[in-house]
């Protein structure tokens, strides 16, 4: 499975903003996919990710309420909804793929990655 995000850019606070993650391959819809994000000069951080059948998802406590993932197989693709946009969003948005994860909110427990898109919230 290989993996690429689009969507990101410029948006001002409060405000939104839909990422896209593009997958090719035929056995996408037996992969979990997440949401990282890093913003300059922090560690990369989980934002959220979604099971292969789409249930169950899984947030970030801070997003909760903000963001929504969702995929659908039959387009290999998935999405992440980002509403009510801070300033403290900022950061290269990255996807994810593992087959299986004990725990989805680790960035080591996926091992194919997108090159990331950009995501500015002015203030």
């Known amino acids: 499975v290989q993996l690429v995000e689009s969507g990101g850019g410029l948006v001002q606070a409060g405000g939104s903003l839909r990422l896209s993650c593009a997958a090719s391959?035929?056995?996408?819809?037996?992969?979990?996919v997440g949401w990282f994000r890093q913003a300059p000069g922090k560690e990369r951080e989980f934002v959220a990710a979604?099971?292969?059948?789409?249930?169950?998802?899984y947030y970030a406590d801070p997003l909760k309420g903000r963001f929504t993932i969702s995929r659908d197989n039959a387009k290999n693709m998935v999405w992440l909804q980002m509403d009510s946009l801070k300033p403290e969003d900022t950061a290269v948005y990255y996807c994810?793929?593992?087959?299986?994860?004990?725990?989805?909110?680790?960035?080591?427990?996926?091992?194919?990655w997108g090159q990331g898109t950009q995501v500015t919230v002015s203030s």
């Open positions: 979604i099971s292969w059948s789409g249930i169950p998802t």
């Open positions: 391959g035929r056995t996408f819809d037996s992969f979990a």
């Open positions: 994810a793929a593992t087959y299986y994860a004990r725990n989805y909110s680790l960035d080591s427990e996926y091992d194919r």
